[in-house]
């Protein structure tokens, strides 16, 4: 065996040596990147289950307080009214105060699209049902009582169960924004990021997890 055999022996066995260095450098920063990606849509979609629960929450209770509010009008018995206007005042507080909080979660999470039918539809109906109905339970407090006042009773009643309609109808595309992350989080036949846990490890095969080790990032950086 000459110098020259042993030598190029030696390069080739660097050369090899470096490559597989890299290769395997390679495919450890990938899938690094892969797994942030993953989490990346794990805190996304936590959020947004935590932004449905809320709205959940805030509407349900200002729909109700609202409803409670008519009806003890329609009543007109003095106490009911003030402890009505009381709870209403109560979480017309709460949700004044997290209103702005939820448009920009809304539009930062889900879309510019549904934070305005939020802030434009959902609530500006809400408010003005709502000022409506004050305007009454002050008069019927203070003594004032003027004509037509089943009337427009009837007339907010009928507003109030419109728009009840409108508030399930938002939360339902807030519900179905939730849904389809989770869908594309959890959506292994297509190829676009690696099993997140145990359990879906046993969904997929080996061939599958070589693949994906072979993904383009920035294809599942779009999906974010």
Do not use: C
Request: proline share 1%; charged share 25%.
């Amino acid at each position: 065996m000459t110098a020259t055999t042993i030598l190029g022996g030696l390069i080739a066995t660097v050369v090899g040596a470096l490559f597989v260095q890299h290769l395997i450098y390679a495919l450890q920063h990938r899938n690094w990147l892969r797994q942030l990606h993953i989490s990346q849509q794990n805190r996304r979609m936590d959020e947004l289950k935590a932004l449905f629960v809320e709205f959940d929450e805030m509407l349900s209770k200002r729909v109700y307080r609202t409803r409670r509010l008519l009806y003890a009008l329609r009543r007109r018995n003095a106490d009911q009214i003030r402890t009505a206007l009381s709870d209403y005042d109560q979480v017309l507080f709460l949700w004044n105060d997290k209103r702005n909080s939820l448009f920009i979660r809304l539009m930062r999470v889900v879309s510019l699209d549904l934070a305005n039918e939020f802030e434009f539809v959902v609530t500006w109906e809400l408010v003005g049902t709502g000022l409506a109905l004050e305007r009454l339970a002050r008069e019927q407090l203070g003594g004032k009582v003027r004509g037509g006042f089943y009337d427009d009773l009837t007339a907010l009643e009928e507003r109030l169960d419109v728009h009840s309609r409108v508030v399930y109808e938002f939360l339902r595309e807030v519900y179905v924004s939730l849904q389809n992350e989770q869908e594309k989080t959890l959506t292994t036949d297509l190829y676009e990021r690696i099993p997140a846990s145990e359990d879906e490890l046993e969904t997929v095969s080996t061939w599958f997890l070589l693949r994906t080790l072979f993904i383009p990032v920035s294809k599942a950086r779009q999906k974010v």
